[in-house]
């Protein structure tokens, strides 16, 4: 993960916006990775969950957002706006 961090573009994946990488790691808007695709996805298809092609960088509170999601599959809220 440290090689991701150090290595790319400091944007967030499911957002699109960009990570202050100052930030506390805890603060909501700091650089986080993320798993796409999701964790359980790639331990049923036997990947390793933790190697740097299956990483992507995101904003804490969106990667908490999209939680077991696929990112490519859209959040659907139960409230319209």
Do not use: F, T
């Not at 957002?15 to 202050?20: A, E, L, N, P, Q």
């Not at 990483?55 to 969106?62: D, E, G, K, Y």
């Not at 939680?67 to 809220?77: E, K, L, Q």
């Amino acid at each position: 993960m440290a090689q991701l961090k150090r290595e790319s573009v400091p944007i967030c994946h499911l957002c699109g916006r960009d990570i202050d990488m100052a930030l506390h790691y805890l603060d909501p808007w700091s650089w986080q990775a993320d798993h796409d695709p999701s964790i359980a996805v790639l331990l049923a298809r036997g990947d390793d969950p933790d190697d740097v092609q299956w990483l992507r960088p995101s904003h804490r509170r969106c990667n908490i957002s999209k939680g077991n999601r696929d990112a490519r599959r859209p959040v659907i809220s139960s409230r319209q706006w």
